[in-house]
């Protein structure tokens, strides 16, 4: 009996410290979108963190898991298509529009690349999608070269 007793201490304090770093883990993506940052600085954290966390965990068995996270990175990059690039305010003026318009390219193809990564996952095509990841990071470097406000 007393055995009993602590395995189901054991199993009551492993599942609540599971629970409790579960919501950390949101508690710390919401408090990101919260910060006194820019919008776009905050949605391009959460796709950046999401990538990171797709990148780790893409198998077959997390197949709905993933598509969650491809449908919250787009839903990310989305809204930071709305905003501006926090470096146009210090270009000329007569640049701003084309510059705009490469940023606004850029994220299209981003989109387009997570519609490809969504459809490879959801048909377990795992090589496909690991090489789109790549594919990924390599606009994300490109577009922070380009638009990204050097500090």
């Known amino acids: 009996m007393k055995r009993l007793s602590y395995l189901t201490l054991i199993l009551l304090f492993t599942n609540s410290l599971l629970i409790s770093t579960t919501s950390a883990h949101s508690r710390e993506a919401e408090s990101s979108l919260q910060e006194d940052v820019p919008p776009i600085v905050a949605h391009m954290r959460q796709v950046n963190q999401n990538l990171r966390q797709l990148r780790r965990q893409l198998t077959a068995e997390k197949k709905n898991e993933n598509l969650k996270l491809i449908r919250e990175i787009r839903k990310h990059i989305e809204k930071a298509r ?24 850029l994220i299209d193809k981003v989109l387009d690349t997570l519609d490809k990564l969504e459809a490879s996952v959801s048909d377990g095509n795992l090589e496909q999608a690991e090489a789109l990841l790549v594919e990924l990071n390599t606009m994300k470097k490109e577009g922070h070269q380009k ?5």
């Open 82 to 105: 709305e905003e501006e690039p926090l470096k146009t305010p210090e270009l000329p003026a007569r640049e701003r529009d084309s510059f705009l318009k490469g940023y606004q390219v």
């Open 147 to 151: 638009y990204q406000k050097e500090e």
